[in-house]
């Protein structure tokens, strides 16, 4: 087909007929019962897409058959990141196309020219394994953001404008990733204005810093399962958000009883797999001693914008210990634990301070004698540590 371009200029990127695709899209036959991307989403270009979930929702999947359904329409190339390149392997690929491959949508895709996929250097080509023929062109290319440096000088992508992040919250998140995959979102797209970028992840942390990265921190906290929400960041990048799932009222009354058969305990860390909200540590909340001493209640921590106050106990039965409360303002004899390297005043000290009395906070920190009056005070605190542990790397 014949292509239009923004500005009549191939340089900024093809024009999509996004009613096209969808129309396109919906002939494939998604089950009503899983996960579709234009259930949650306006898909347009020009902006992001971030889906968060349990597992096994089916938006990888899904968002993998419409961005194939664009290849197919306009040839346009997809590329599938992952955080470092040897998570992209053929037993990988094996899994990722598992569902694509069992209901043949490939053969839809491609007229009944193919039935099934082959993966060759972290490339993925359609193939017929009756007749053995391949496509020459692949439909979707593997990106790690680990080769990002190696690949700046010489990728040459000029209409790889569907971008798939796959599990981009994971464990061995470092801080200022988000530069790393900004550098290799300009590394593709250049000056297209036609790119949309999806990032997928299959968590429910509430407190991942990609979230403060991206501006919407404080609008998450806000997000439930089945909602999704549209943000502008400050400087106009557009960011739209899907919390992929179902609160307790909208969940199906077959999966409340599937709950009930496998998963019915109290513990909030079972809310993501049960799908019924964000996951959260039970923490050691305040004890209930009979005459508690306060000793000290100048000590804070600032994080993610919140301020938590950390008041320092004594009693006879648990000796010192500390209550986190959450709070609103601080006093002139504030001391405050902060991440920022450029400190604002004498009273704010960068990750836990260096004073005598700074190190035996922390020290009963180690010592697991740190209480809060809510799982929330607790949630923060144990994402300020790990903010940390991941500046370090």
């Given at each position: 087909?014949?292509?239009?371009?923004?500005?009549?200029?191939?340089r900024?990127?093809?024009?999509?007929?996004?009613?096209?695709?969808?129309?396109?899209?919906?002939?494939?036959?998604?089950?009503?019962?899983?996960y579709?991307?234009?259930?949650?989403?306006k898909?347009?270009?020009?902006?992001?897409i971030?889906?968060?979930?349990?597992?096994?929702?089916?938006?990888?999947?899904?968002?993998?058959?419409?961005?194939?359904t664009?290849?197919?329409?306009?040839?346009?190339?997809?590329?599938?990141?992952?955080?470092?390149m040897?998570?992209?392997?053929?037993?990988?690929?094996?899994e990722?196309?598992?569902?694509?491959?069992?209901?043949?949508?490939?053969?839809k895709?491609?007229?009944?020219?193919?039935?099934?996929?082959?993966?060759?250097?972290?490339?993925?080509?359609?193939?017929?394994?009756e007749?053995?023929?391949?496509?020459?062109?692949?439909?979707?290319?593997?990106?790690?953001?680990?080769?990002?440096?190696?690949?700046?000088?010489?990728?040459q992508?000029p209409?790889?404008?569907?971008?798939?992040?796959?599990?981009?919250?994971?464990?061995?998140?470092?801080?200022?990733?988000?530069?790393?995959?900004?550098?290799?979102?300009?590394?593709?797209?250049?000056?297209?204005?036609?790119?949309?970028?999806?990032?997928?992840?299959?968590?429910?942390?509430?407190?991942?810093?990609?979230?403060?990265?991206?501006?919407?921190?404080?609008?998450?906290?806000?997000?439930?399962?089945?909602?999704?929400?549209?943000?502008?960041?400050?400087?106009?990048?557009?960011?739209?958000?899907?919390?992929?799932?179902?609160?307790?009222?909208?969940?199906?009354e077959h999966?409340?009883?599937?709950?009930?058969?496998?998963?019915?305990?109290?513990?909030?860390?079972?809310?993501?797999?049960?799908?019924?909200?964000?996951?959260?540590?039970?923490?050691?909340h305040?004890?209930?001693?009979?005459e508690?001493?306060?000793?000290?209640q100048?000590?804070?921590?600032?994080?993610?914008?919140?301020?938590?106050?950390?008041?320092?106990?004594?009693s006879?039965?648990?000796?010192?210990?500390i209550?986190?409360?959450?709070?609103?303002?601080?006093?002139?004899?504030?001391?405050?634990?902060?991440?920022?390297?450029?400190?604002?005043?004498f009273?704010?000290?960068y990750?836990?301070?260096?004073?005598?009395?700074?190190?035996?906070?922390?020290?009963?920190?180690?010592?697991?004698?740190?209480?809060?009056?809510?799982?929330?005070?607790?949630?923060?605190?144990?994402?300020?540590?790990?903010?940390?542990?991941?500046?370090?790397?």
């Open positions: 087909m014949t292509h239009q371009y923004y500005e009549n200029n191939p900024y990127g093809i024009i999509y007929d996004w009613a096209l695709i969808k129309k396109e899209f919906l002939k494939l036959g998604i089950p009503k019962d899983v579709n991307p234009y259930k949650f989403h898909v347009v270009s020009g902006k992001y971030m889906d968060i979930s349990e597992r096994d929702t089916g938006k990888t999947t899904n968002w993998m058959l419409l961005a194939m664009i290849n197919k329409i306009y040839g346009s190339e997809i590329i599938y990141i992952r955080e470092r040897e998570m992209i392997t053929p037993a990988n690929s094996r990722l196309f598992k569902t694509i491959l069992a209901f043949h949508y490939v053969e895709l491609t007229d009944g020219q193919y039935n099934s996929i082959r993966y060759n250097s972290r490339r993925w080509f359609y193939w017929n394994t007749t053995g023929e391949e496509a020459l062109e692949p439909f979707m290319m593997g990106w790690g953001l680990d080769e990002n440096y190696n690949k700046k000088s010489s990728a992508l209409d790889s404008d569907i971008i798939i992040f796959d599990e981009f919250i994971s464990p061995f998140n470092y801080m200022d990733e988000i530069v790393t995959f900004s550098d290799s979102l300009k590394t593709i797209i250049r000056e297209r204005e036609s790119p949309l970028i999806v990032m997928l992840a299959n968590t429910t942390e509430l407190h991942s810093h990609w979230f403060k990265e991206y501006e919407i921190y404080d609008y998450i906290q806000e997000l439930q399962p089945g909602e999704h929400r549209e943000y502008v960041s400050s400087g106009g990048t557009i960011i739209d958000v899907g919390f992929v799932g179902n609160s307790e009222k909208t969940m199906s999966r409340k009883k599937h709950n009930a058969m496998f998963f019915g305990f109290k513990n909030p860390k079972l809310n993501a797999i049960r799908g019924g909200g964000w996951a959260m540590k039970i923490y050691q305040p004890y209930k001693d009979k508690p001493e306060s000793i000290l100048n000590r804070y921590i600032r994080h993610n914008g919140v301020l938590l106050r950390l008041e320092l106990m004594y006879e039965e648990h000796h010192y210990y209550v986190v409360h959450r709070a609103y303002e601080i006093q002139d004899d504030s001391i405050v634990y902060c991440l920022d390297t450029q400190l604002e005043s009273q704010y000290k990750k836990w301070g260096t004073g005598k009395i700074d190190k035996k906070i922390w020290q009963l920190y180690e010592q697991n004698k740190w209480t809060y009056v809510s799982n929330m005070e607790g949630s923060l605190v144990d994402d300020y540590i790990k903010s940390i542990k991941m500046m370090k790397l």
